[in-house]
RNA sequence: CGGAGUGUGGCUCAGCCUGGUAGAGCACCUCGUUCGGGACGAGGGGGUCGCAGGUUCAAAUCCUGCCACUCCGACCA
């Protein structure tokens, strides 16, 4: 795949990498003039928005409500989404996953054959076309992954495979709230594992497990996973993976050792035994309120060490076997010409449900506080006398000279107040402020700001280059 | 789904009880003065008061029904 110009140089990792890119992700790389952008900021809170991510999203002009927990997403919103939506296709491509993309409409004919139509509920979205015909907007696709998988596939020699796709989903809940933590319409990533027997099965649930502390970690979370209740998908082993925030949904017990558990490094060998690590990450004890055991809690933790907390939940994976490919007639042939339903495993992570995460684990009362991978832009730059000759030209500079070489930057080249573009600034997150101001460059020196401590470095222009493209 | 609320300009709200020419702050437009942590002055534009009925000479306001949204709880791959 021949480079994007845009994407030459761009930081994110190194050109070779940068051919895997998809389409929407080269376009976020480059500069942007806010004069030229879609930035709908609002001074005052949306007397809707209880918890800080819904908040900071909303005055952030990163999202607007169009119906309850249905959300468009407006520029800043969506760069943000994308990011993170990438990171998680990479970490699935790593682990020997296959993108592919189904439909967001399903016939209900499908979901007879589980038996699910009737077993889903009304949190199921059902339509009816033109011609009557039952139809419905997709809340999950065990069914339609086992359909496509089955039409395709007849002996085990054609297994493993790990099939996954980043779609929207529509689940009607009866109270949406929290903004996009809990909405009804939501992207998320999901893998369908097929194999020839438990044992199989189970090497690729431990595939998705280290793919998963890889993922929530390079987004800068700090996601454990915890044994978990099955729920209505069915099967038998299943950890859903949290990050740790007040707000959260779910009452979570651990023990504090999983906190400082390292994760594995991107030369991790997936086709090698992985077992040692999720040894390591399920020794300790981990669970959610639903499946806590006190005694157990008690007796295996030393109390120091007992850490108790609300998390919320950013991903789940689960084994759950025959349960649709024996209903569903998906099979294969053994090595001794018998045909058996494939075991199946399931994995989501809720893409933008990880955006409303992240926030609320960094924030501040200014305003977001983005990681560095998963933030909307790298460096902002301020120009804090619109209009003066030294100070535009400085701005355009460094504007060009970032975007040379890559980087994702927001030049806020309106004519406001040094004091509105700090608090715009601060409210959006980027990571890196560059300050561009006479007093400074009366000394032929910029500021460099860092969101996440407040820190700020005087320096000339160049050395500001140099510290942000380093 | 139980309970409690709220719908008035882009945002936050007042006005409703006690019916009588739709308001404020912020935002927006024009001009001027400003300019390192959300400036100031003057002028200006923008609202079928959620929708539909009803009562009345007259309804944002009173009555009835509906809709939407929010919060607490239950629920939540």
Known sequence: ??????????????????????????????????????????????????????RLML???????????????LPLGFRVLKKIEQIVREEQDRAGAVELLMPTLQLADLWRESGRYDAYGPEMLRIKDRHERELLYGPTNEEMITEIFRAAIRSYRDLPRNLYHIQWKFRDEQRPRFGVMRGRE???????????DEAAARLSYNKMFVA???????????????????????????????ILAETGESGVFCDKGVLDLPIPDEGVDYDGDLSSIIRQWTHLYAATQDVHDEVRFEREVPPERRLQTRGIEVGQIFYFGTKYSAPMNAVVAGSDGVERPIHGGSYGVGVSRLVGATIEAFHDDAGIK??????????????????????????????????????DTLYHDLDERPGAKFATADLIGVPWQILVGPRGLAEGKVEVKRRADGTRDLMSPADALARLTA
């Open 1 to 54: 795949m021949p480079l994007s110009p845009a994407c030459r140089g761009c930081p994110e990792k190194n050109e070779k990498e940068h051919g895997r890119c998809v389409p929407p992700l080269n376009r976020l790389c480059g500069g942007m003039r806010l004069s030229r952008y879609f930035l709908p900021i609002l001074r005052e809170t949306p007397k809707e928005a209880e918890i800080a991510s819904h």
């Open 59 to 73: 005055r952030a002009g990163m999202i607007r409500q169009e119906a309850a927990g249905i959300y468009a997403w």
């Open 186 to 196: 939501f992207l998320m990533k999901d893998a369908y594992s097929f194999d020839v």
């Open 212 to 242: 998963y502390l890889r993922t929530f970690a390079r987004m800068g979370l700090k996601a454990i996973p915890m044994r978990a209740e099955t729920g209505p998908i069915g099967g038998d082993l299943s950890h859903e993976f949290l």
């Open 370 to 407: 983005w990681p560095e991978p998963v933030a909307p832009f790298r460096v902002m730059i301020l120009n804090l006398k619109q209009g003066a000759a030294d100070t535009d030209a400085a701005c355009e500079q460094l504007y060009a000279a970032l975007a040379a070489k890559g980087m």
